[in-house]
DNA sequence: ATCGCTGCAAATACTTTGCAATGGG
DNA sequence: CCCATTGCAAAGTATTTGCAGCGAT
């Protein structure tokens, strides 16, 4: 574990406390494991990492902390679900159509989207998302 | 029915014909369904309209339509995925997070961003897509 | 000591598959 | 007539839920 890690989650403990949501072992691990991952991980890749939690569990946690904006979902893999931090600088995805991956990439934000999307739909915006589909470097060749 | 819906129809039959595919009865009321409802509907909201069409027989058929990019698949869904016509203008998608609902909105093409995301990820860039979040003006209300 | 959380097992939801019967070309 | 396709039922996969027991506060 590095230090910017440990900071992450030094930072969510209070914030889980301040709800009245318990501090458990496993919620610590989970949310560990998802920090130390750094891609994109499914409830199935924390699971294998954390063979010894229930899968419930991490599913119960995974809901829980999407609903406090801690994790983020990606619903582009092929039905099951991937999941991120939150608290991450902007960025945008590009998404490997063959075997799924989802690399993260730099783009001035498109802030300005949001403007013409209100303009047009009438929704109040609250956020974008964008994906780039095409083929990694390795799936090129074979 | 309208004539712009069924000219889509009449183009897509020799499609499938070239392909070696039947026309069944069931693949043009699939078809036709999907084109009268103009949204972005779910196996489930194409299975209401066409309930005595098994409901295997529509996702593989939905399946089949997409890999021949007939259709486009929208996996942003609470867990179920909605479809939309892939030969349709280039426009972008707003979801309310409220309802779920999907509205198509029109921005200038992002073409820019496949060029930025090809050179920093060494990807080679199909396509792309984007999604706003936001309140539709019903559920602002509520 | 309380009551929120975990883990199990069962339930649910969505999708795919095996296979006999059908019907489009 | 042949074989792709349909429809059913069963299986598969992903996720949620009920509840008894545990353990964080």
Known sequence: MFIVEDEKIIELIPFLKERGLRITPQRILI?????????HPTVEDIHQKLPYISLATIYNNVKLFLSLHILKELPYGNGLSKYELANQPE????????C???IDFNYPNLKEIEHVACKLTSFKIH????EVYGLCPTCQIQ
Request: glycine share 8%; net charge negative; charged share 10%.
């Open 100 to 102: 799924g991956e989802i």
């Open 91 to 98: 960025h945008y995805h590009i998404l490997c159509e063959s």
């Open 127 to 130: 956020t974008h998302q964008m």
């Open 31 to 39: 949310l560990q494991t998802i920090i130390s991952i750094k891609g």
